[in-house]
Protein backbone atom coordinates (compact mmCIF):
# COMPACT_ATOMS: atom_id res chain seq x y z
CA UNK A 1 0.00 0.00 0.00
CA UNK A 2 1.24 3.31 -0.70
CA UNK A 3 0.31 5.55 2.01
CA UNK A 4 2.50 8.61 0.70
CA UNK A 5 -0.08 8.58 -2.15
CA UNK A 6 -3.16 8.38 -0.28
CA UNK A 7 -1.81 11.42 1.66
CA UNK A 8 -1.69 13.03 -1.66
CA UNK A 9 -5.58 12.79 -1.71
CA UNK A 10 -6.13 14.21 1.95
CA UNK A 11 -3.57 16.75 1.23
CA UNK A 12 -5.32 18.25 -2.01
CA UNK A 13 -8.52 18.63 0.35
CA UNK A 14 -6.60 20.39 2.88
CA UNK A 15 -5.12 22.89 0.60
CA UNK A 16 -8.52 23.12 -0.98
CA UNK A 17 -9.58 24.14 2.73
CA UNK A 18 -6.73 26.38 3.24
CA UNK A 19 -7.31 28.64 0.12
CA UNK A 20 -11.18 28.62 0.88
CA UNK A 21 -10.06 30.36 4.46
CA UNK A 22 -10.90 27.30 6.44
CA UNK A 23 -9.18 25.11 8.60
CA UNK A 24 -6.53 22.78 6.36
CA UNK A 25 -8.08 19.49 7.61
CA UNK A 26 -8.33 17.30 4.71
CA UNK A 27 -9.17 13.33 4.66
CA UNK A 28 -10.07 10.28 2.87
CA UNK A 29 -11.52 6.78 2.99
CA UNK A 30 -9.80 3.87 1.04
CA UNK A 31 -10.69 0.30 0.45
CA UNK A 32 -8.60 -2.47 1.02
CA UNK A 33 -6.91 -1.67 -2.42
CA UNK A 34 -6.29 1.51 -1.85
CA UNK A 35 -9.53 3.13 -3.69
CA UNK A 36 -11.14 6.31 -2.78
CA UNK A 37 -14.54 5.73 -1.04
CA UNK A 38 -14.98 9.52 0.44
CA UNK A 39 -12.84 12.39 0.75
CA UNK A 40 -13.28 15.51 2.72
CA UNK A 41 -12.63 18.53 4.43
CA UNK A 42 -12.79 20.38 7.79
CA UNK A 43 -15.98 22.95 6.94
CA UNK A 44 -15.96 24.67 10.28
CA UNK A 45 -15.58 28.27 8.46
CA UNK A 46 -16.93 27.48 5.14
CA UNK A 47 -20.50 26.08 6.24
CA UNK A 48 -20.31 27.14 9.97
CA UNK A 49 -20.74 23.79 10.81
CA UNK A 50 -17.80 22.47 13.72
CA UNK A 51 -18.96 19.15 13.02
CA UNK A 52 -17.79 18.39 9.67
CA UNK A 53 -13.83 17.78 10.72
CA UNK A 54 -12.13 16.13 7.75
CA UNK A 55 -12.35 12.71 8.82
CA UNK A 56 -16.01 12.84 9.74
CA UNK A 57 -16.41 14.57 5.78
CA UNK A 58 -14.42 12.09 4.39
CA UNK A 59 -16.75 9.39 6.17
CA UNK A 60 -19.81 10.57 5.48
CA UNK A 61 -19.03 11.10 1.72
CA UNK A 62 -18.19 7.36 1.87
CA UNK A 63 -21.54 6.31 2.32
CA UNK A 64 -22.62 2.82 4.16
CA UNK A 65 -20.15 0.38 4.17
CA UNK A 66 -20.94 -3.06 6.16
CA UNK A 67 -17.55 -3.41 7.70
CA UNK A 68 -14.64 -0.50 9.06
CA UNK A 69 -11.98 -3.18 9.70
CA UNK A 70 -10.29 -3.61 6.18
CA UNK A 71 -10.46 0.21 5.77
CA UNK A 72 -7.54 2.91 5.51
CA UNK A 73 -8.51 6.88 6.76
CA UNK A 74 -6.02 8.78 5.86
CA UNK A 75 -5.90 12.31 7.88
CA UNK A 76 -3.71 15.53 7.37
CA UNK A 77 -3.20 15.87 11.27
CA UNK A 78 -3.07 13.94 14.37
CA UNK A 79 -7.21 12.99 14.53
CA UNK A 80 -8.90 14.73 17.31
CA UNK A 81 -11.23 12.82 20.33
CA UNK A 82 -14.51 13.32 17.97
CA UNK A 83 -12.64 11.50 15.09
CA UNK A 84 -10.74 9.34 17.40
CA UNK A 85 -13.88 8.43 18.62
CA UNK A 86 -15.48 7.88 15.38
CA UNK A 87 -12.65 5.60 14.45
CA UNK A 88 -13.13 3.32 17.28
CA UNK A 89 -16.83 3.37 16.92
CA UNK A 90 -16.69 1.67 13.51
CA UNK A 91 -13.52 -0.55 14.25
CA UNK A 92 -11.50 1.48 11.23
CA UNK A 93 -8.86 -0.73 11.08
CA UNK A 94 -5.78 1.61 9.56
CA UNK A 95 -5.03 5.45 10.29
CA UNK A 96 -2.64 7.14 8.35
CA UNK A 97 -1.94 10.37 10.18
CA UNK A 98 0.27 13.25 7.71
CA UNK A 99 1.38 14.85 10.49
CA UNK A 100 1.13 14.92 14.73
CA UNK A 101 3.51 17.90 15.40
CA UNK A 102 1.24 21.11 15.13
CA UNK A 103 -1.36 18.58 16.99
CA UNK A 104 -0.93 15.29 18.62
CA UNK A 105 -4.26 14.03 19.05
CA UNK A 106 -4.91 10.72 20.52
CA UNK A 107 -2.59 8.06 18.89
CA UNK A 108 -1.88 5.83 21.57
CA UNK A 109 -6.00 6.00 22.39
CA UNK A 110 -6.55 4.47 18.87
CA UNK A 111 -3.64 1.95 19.17
CA UNK A 112 -4.78 0.65 22.34
CA UNK A 113 -7.84 -0.03 20.18
CA UNK A 114 -5.88 -2.21 18.17
CA UNK A 115 -6.01 0.16 15.71
CA UNK A 116 -3.09 -0.01 13.38
CA UNK A 117 -1.38 3.70 13.36
CA UNK A 118 0.90 4.48 10.70
CA UNK A 119 2.64 8.00 11.19
CA UNK A 120 3.95 9.93 8.03
CA UNK A 121 5.47 12.88 9.51
CA UNK A 122 5.13 14.65 5.88
CA UNK A 123 7.02 17.94 6.00
CA UNK A 124 4.17 19.93 3.79
CA UNK A 125 1.31 18.87 5.85
CA UNK A 126 3.27 20.55 8.67
CA UNK A 127 3.75 23.28 7.26
CA UNK A 128 0.14 24.45 6.18
CA UNK A 129 -1.00 23.42 9.33
CA UNK A 130 1.69 25.29 10.53
CA UNK A 131 0.81 28.12 8.32
CA UNK A 132 -2.50 28.41 9.27
CA UNK A 133 -2.12 27.90 13.09
CA UNK A 134 0.20 31.40 12.95
CA UNK A 135 -2.43 33.33 10.44
CA UNK A 136 -5.88 32.50 12.32
CA UNK A 137 -5.25 31.27 16.18
CA UNK A 138 -8.41 31.92 16.71
CA UNK A 139 -10.01 29.42 14.27
CA UNK A 140 -7.56 26.96 15.38
CA UNK A 141 -8.13 26.77 19.10
CA UNK A 142 -11.98 27.10 18.80
CA UNK A 143 -12.09 23.83 16.51
CA UNK A 144 -10.19 22.19 19.13
CA UNK A 145 -12.44 23.05 21.66
CA UNK A 146 -9.60 25.61 23.50
CA UNK A 147 -10.06 28.98 24.84
CA UNK A 148 -7.72 31.19 22.84
CA UNK A 149 -6.33 33.15 25.46
CA UNK A 150 -4.21 35.47 23.21
ZN1 LIG B 1 -11.66 15.80 14.31
Known sequence: MNYSNMLTVAFEEARTGFDEGGVPVGAALFDCEGRVLGRGRNRRVQDGDPSVHGETDAFRKAGRQ???RDKILVTTLAPCWYCSGLI???NIGTVVV???????GHLDWLREAGVNVI???DADCIELMRRFIEQSP?????????????
Open 119 to 121: ELN
Open 138 to 150: HIWFEDIGECDNA
Open 98 to 104: GESVNFS
Open 88 to 90: RQF
Open 66 to 68: TNY
